[in-house]
C-alpha cells in the first residue's frame, strides 16, 4: 500500500531564507505527484504537479522536483516571505487504475518576518 | 468562474440527526472526492466517484452516505450512526485531461451541538 511521509511536521525559518520541504513515497508507481498549500481554515490550494516522466516543475519562487526512483520529491521556496506561511501537503496518484490521490499529512511553515 | 463550491460554510449538528454537505462543480470533472481532515491527522478519503451513479468507499466511510445523480454535484450525508462528525469536510475534484490537476472546494467545518 502506497504511503506518503513529510519530514519535518513543522518548520519555522526567517524571511528570505531559501528552503526546502520533503516528501517521499514508498511505492515508485505513480502517475504524477502533486503540491498542495493549505491556510488555515481554508481548503487545498494546488501549486505544482510533476507527471511521472518529468523530473521538476517550475512557478515563480516554487520549485518542485521528482527522483521516482528514489521515491522522494521535494518543494523549493526560494527567498520565503511571510505569506508563504502554510501547510503544504504533498500527494501521489498511484499507477493502479483511476485510484485516490494519497496525500502525506503536511509540513506546517511559519515564516517570521 | 470555474470551481468547486461547498456549502454551507459552517455546519451544527444535533444528536441524531442527518445532516446533508452540498458540492457543486462546474469543472465537467467525473471524479469528485470527500474527505475529513482532523487536526493531526491529515487528509482521510470517506467515498469517493468516478462516474455518475457510481461511488467506492474509501478508508473512513461507516456513519456516511453520498450519492451521485448529476455530474456536477456529490452531496455527502453524515448520519447519526457517525458518532465523532465534527471536522472539516473537504470535496474536491479530478479531470482526466492529460495535466489530471486536483481541485478542492473552500470546506465545510461541521459541529456537534
Given at each position: 500500500k502506497q504511503e506518503v511521509t513529510q519530514i519535518p511536521a513543522a518548520l519555522s525559518v526567517p524571511e528570505g531564507e531559501n528552503?526546502?520541504?520533503?516528501c517521499s513515497f514508498t511505492d515508485s508507481a505513480i502517475y504524477n505527484l502533486q503540491w498542495f498549500r493549505q491556510d488555515p481554515?481554508?481548503?487545498?490550494?494546488?501549486?505544482?504537479?510533476?507527471?511521472s516522466s518529468q523530473r521538476e516543475q517550475t512557478s515563480g519562487r516554487l520549485n518542485a522536483s521528482l527522483d521516482k526512483s528514489s521515491g522522494r520529491s521535494t518543494l523549493y521556496i526560494a527567498a520565503s516571505q511571510p505569506g508563504d506561511s502554510a501547510t503544504y501537503l504533498c500527494a501521489v496518484r498511484p499507477a493502479s487504475g483511476?485510484?485516490?490521490?494519497?496525500?502525506?499529512?503536511?509540513t506546517r511553515l511559519s515564516v517570521i518576518a | 468562474d470555474g470551481g468547486i463550491t461547498q456549502s454551507p460554510k459552517y455546519l451544527f449538528r444535533k444528536e441524531g440527526q442527518n445532516v446533508t454537505?452540498?458540492?457543486e462543480q462546474n469543472l465537467n470533472h467525473?471524479?469528485?472526492?470527500?474527505?475529513?481532515?482532523?487536526?493531526?491527522?491529515?487528509?482521510?478519503l470517506i467515498y469517493y466517484s468516478q462516474i455518475v451513479n457510481d461511488f467506492q468507499k474509501g478508508d473512513i466511510a461507516e456513519g456516511y452516505s453520498v450519492s451521485r445523480e448529476k455530474k456536477e454535484s456529490f452531496p455527502?450525508?453524515?448520519t447519526s450512526a457517525q458518532k465523532n462528525p465534527t471536522a472539516f469536510y473537504l470535496c474536491a475534484s479530478r479531470g482526466e485531461d492529460r495535466v489530471n490537476i486536483?481541485?478542492?472546494?473552500?470546506?465545510?467545518?461541521?459541529?456537534?451541538?
Open positions: 528552503l526546502v520541504l520533503n481554515g481554508k481548503g487545498l490550494t494546488s501549486l505544482l504537479l510533476i507527471q483511476n485510484t485516490p490521490l494519497v496525500f502525506g499529512k503536511g | 454537505l452540498s458540492c467525473d471524479a469528485m472526492y470527500w474527505y475529513r481532515q482532523d487536526p493531526g491527522q491529515g487528509l482521510r455527502l450525508t453524515v486536483q481541485y478542492f472546494g473552500a470546506g465545510t467545518r461541521l459541529s456537534v451541538l
